[in-house]
């Protein structure tokens, strides 16, 4: 074992705590051989339906040395957003826990400007560019690699001590560093109930999900009117879909968030079924304005939830 690599290692992991990630793993920054196969296969299916984004930087998706300049490291981390807090009105329209508080996006990027800030101010002069899920990173399979949990049938990273309630970022950076070389296992057992309770049947067998026909995707990703087929299968969702989750034994261990950013806006919560009916552009622009769901647009939330009625 080298001691220097190692003391990095231990410095950023220890920092990364600091800064609220409740996991930190790092590994070697290289190909993913054992994922171009199923990627292709994956999109040659179409389940990737409109996101046709997906098609594009295929090399990049599998080999993050394409994306920084020397790349050594993949250093990749767990912000957890559970909350046990819910819309109070049962009748309303439904919000996936993630889009609760301020959009994920702008909070770990900040998180991750400040990791890397100390990498270089404790160890030196370090390229790197953090990756929040905006970008050809193939997240859950560098968590997994570096330890942090396994891909459920669901397709979400699934932790045993955790659950699945949170969201991964990754800081690639030319610096060597001590690796985490042991993933675990995949404790999914003979369990089928993200399967089984699945909406819209999306998920079309054990880890293989069919974005196409996912809820997060049709309120979300799609551009185009919903098709009719869904019409009575969204369970109430006008943005995201947290059933897959909610269903999972794992998360029983999920514990609260201690993220001020992911705090929940009451006003949200508490607006009622015809609250959301009635919604203006200006109250949208109002209650969203720092919220993941602005992604989705005026236009297209008004959409979802007249597909709702």
Not at 7 to 23: D, H, Q, R
Not at 94 to 99: F, G, N, P, Q, R
Request: hydrophobic share 35%.
């Amino acid at each position: 074992m080298n001691s220097r690599l190692s003391g990095y290692s231990n410095l950023i992991k220890t920092e990364a705590k600091k800064l609220g990630f409740i996991f930190c793993g790092i590994v070697k920054a290289e190909f993913l051989e054992e994922e171009a196969p199923r990627l292709e296969n994956w999109l040659k299916q179409d389940f990737h339906g409109e996101m046709r984004y997906m098609e594009n930087y295929f090399d990049k998706r599998l080999d993050p040395r394409k994306l920084v300049d020397g790349a050594k490291s993949v250093i990749s981390v767990g912000l957890n957003y559970y909350s046990d807090l819910q819309q109070t009105d049962p009748e309303a329209p439904k919000i996936s826990k993630y889009a609760y508080g301020t959009d994920y996006h702008t909070v770990i990027k900040e998180k991750l400007k400040q990791l890397l800030e100390v990498i270089r101010t404790q160890i030196g002069e370090v390229n790197g560019r953090a990756f929040v899920d905006s970008a050809p990173v193939l997240d859950k399979v560098w968590a997994k690699k570096a330890g942090l949990g396994w891909i459920g049938k669901n397709t979400n990273l699934i932790n045993r001590n955790m659950g699945s309630f949170f969201f991964l970022a990754e800081l690639i950076v030319d610096l060597e560093l001590e690796y985490d070389v042991a993933p675990t296992k995949d404790y999914c057992g003979t369990c089928t109930r993200c399967l089984d309770a699945c909406p819209t049947e999306a998920i079309v067998g054990p880890y293989v999900v069919d974005g196409s026909k996912c809820i997060s995707y049709l309120t979300i990703e799609l551009k185009n009117d919903i098709p009719t087929d869904f019409k009575g299968k969204m369970d109430n969702w006008m943005f995201g879909c947290d059933v897959c989750q909610d269903v999972c034994p794992w998360n029983k261990f999920s514990v609260l968030h201690q993220e001020p950013a992911f705090e929940p806006d009451q006003e949200l919560l508490g607006m009622t079924q015809q609250d959301w009916e009635e919604i203006t552009e200006d109250v949208f622009q109002t209650l969203f304005k720092k919220s993941a769901v602005k992604r989705t647009r005026f236009a297209r939330l008004k959409r979802n939830i007249s597909f709702l009625k």
